[in-house]
């Protein structure tokens, strides 16, 4: 484990230590409620790997970036809001508010969400 692994929540998660229970899982990549729901419908999806955000992503990870936003529609299908639609968002570094230093995809339904976000 390294340092940045070490004590992330999210690692600790996708590797089933508090039991939380998975909407979807495959071997790279894990979906489960959000503990402080801001929807009605409110998911994360998280690769598996430990990787902070976006801006850490590099070319050869294009497959799972593209796995993660496929495993957040499959979510959608399953909960009931791909016909109603649904928001995806992915905060980055500080100025998104980005609190989980662990890549994660929202998944947001279930209600009228405006736009522009705060
Ligand atoms: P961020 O603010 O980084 O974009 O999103 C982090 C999200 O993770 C927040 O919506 C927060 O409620 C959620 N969260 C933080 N810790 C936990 C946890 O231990 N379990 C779950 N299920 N969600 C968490
Ligand atoms: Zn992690």
Not at 19 to 33: K, M, N, Q, S
């Amino acid at each position: 484990m390294s340092a940045d692994t070490e004590g992330c929540a999210f690692c600790r998660i996708a590797n089933g230590e508090f039991g939380v229970r998975f909407l979807y899982e495959d071997p790279d990549i894990v979906a489960f409620h959000d503990i402080a729901p801001k929807a009605p419908v409110h998911v994360l999806v998280i690769p598996r790997r430990h990787l902070k955000s976006l801006a850490e992503a590099s070319p050869d990870q294009a497959a799972l970036l593209g796995k993660l936003l496929l495993a957040a529609g499959q979510v959608a299908r399953q909960l009931g809001v791909a016909e109603t639609g649904y928001r995806t968002v992915a905060n980055t570094g500080a100025d998104a508010g980005q609190s989980v230093a662990h890549l994660h995809l929202h998944v947001l339904a279930g209600r009228d969400l405006a736009w522009p976000p705060g």
